[in-house]
Structure formats: C-alpha cells, structure tokens
C-alpha cells in the first residue's frame, strides 16, 4: 500500500482531472462558512440523496433564514418545505428542536466544540465533523458512505463502522489534510470509485487497491 498522504494527493488529482471544473464548484458545498445552514443541510441529508437534500434545504432557507425563525416556525410548514428530503415529519421535528436548544441554550449560535454538537438532537459524528469542516473550517475527518466505502475498498482501513473509520483516519492522516479530506472523497466516490460500477479504467490507484487486486486475481 502506498503512503495514504501520497495516495490523498493522487485522489486530488483524480479530481480535478474528472470532475468539470463548473461542475465542480457548482456542487461545492453550498453553506460553507455557515454553521447553522451546515448543520440543518446535514440533518436533512441523512438517508437521501444528494439532489434532493440540496432541494430541500433551498426551500427551506427561502422561508426561514435562520434558527430563531426556524425555532419558532410552524412545524407543518417545515414539513411541507423539506419534503424532498425523505423522512420529512421526523426531520422537521429534529430541526425545529435542534433550533430551539440552540436559542435556549447556545443563544442561537451552533457550538464549535464537538461534544456540544453531539449532544444536539440527531447529530452523530458526522453531522458534528461535517459542521467542524464546513462550518467552523476546524479540522475533522467526517466519516460518511463514501469515505467508509473508498477507505475500506482500498485498503487504508479494514474497519465495520464509519466511527472506527474516523478512528483509524485519525491515526494516519496527516492533519494538514484532514479539512478537504471528506469532499475529495466524496468526488472521488461520485465521479470514479462508485459504489457500483467503479471506473477502475481510469483509477491511478488500482494496481495499489486492495479490492481491484482481488477482482483481477478472481478473474472478474
């Protein structure tokens, strides 16, 4: 296995080379430097996609620009508004909650400290390293399907739960990376190291990938 931060610098490249430069500043995450908006967007991510989340939360935030709105709005409304997330009672439920401890407790700003962020309603610790990175610019590993998928597939970790993922990420990436590491992943897990169908063909990184060695060996 190659050195992971020279394997961090390969996915860079990978990713500018592949993904549209428009593109890809298009689908930049939209509220960075927001805690809140980070915070709410990544609630409402959970169990959806991509498209729809980013729906959701546009009409969300036409209506309601910010926690103590969104604390004091009318739940059904929130419903109506965030339907395209999925899921959309109990999301609007947790995010009208989370808003409310927020002003109660935090005078309606999002904490930067991670034990804080964790004791909110319906934050994990992706949510909570997802508002680190995108909100705060502190750095964090957030640990989603992609980075579990991509570090496992390659072999940089051999782990079951994304929590053990962002244990042993901790433990071997060099920290100057740990702030773009999640969206280069993401990229790289949208544009080349799919979930199905990778396109192995154009990887620089298969002849140092655990699970391509395995389809060649098998004869796949």
Partial sequence: MMNV?????EIRKMVKAYVPKNAYLKETHENRGNPFNVLISTILSQRTRDENTRKAV???FSVYKNVKEI?????DIIQ??????????IKARKIKEVSRILMEQYKGEVPSNLE???SLPSVGRKTANCVLVYGFSKAAI??????????NRIGIVHTKRPEQTESELMKIIDKRYWLEFNELFVRFGQRVCRPIKPRC???????E???????IKNGS
């Fill in 5 to 9: 931060n020279i394997l961090i610098r």
């Fill in 58 to 60: 546009q009409k969300l």
């Fill in 71 to 75: 604390s004091e709005a009318d739940e």
């Fill in 80 to 89: 109506e508004l965030i339907k395209p997330a999925g899921f959309y009672r």
């Fill in 116 to 118: 804080q962020l964790l």
């Fill in 142 to 151: 957030p640990v989603d399907t992609h980075v579990h998928r991509i570090t």
């Fill in 201 to 207: 063909d154009i990887c620089s990184l298969k002849h």
């Fill in 209 to 215: 990938c655990e699970w391509y060695k395995l389809i």
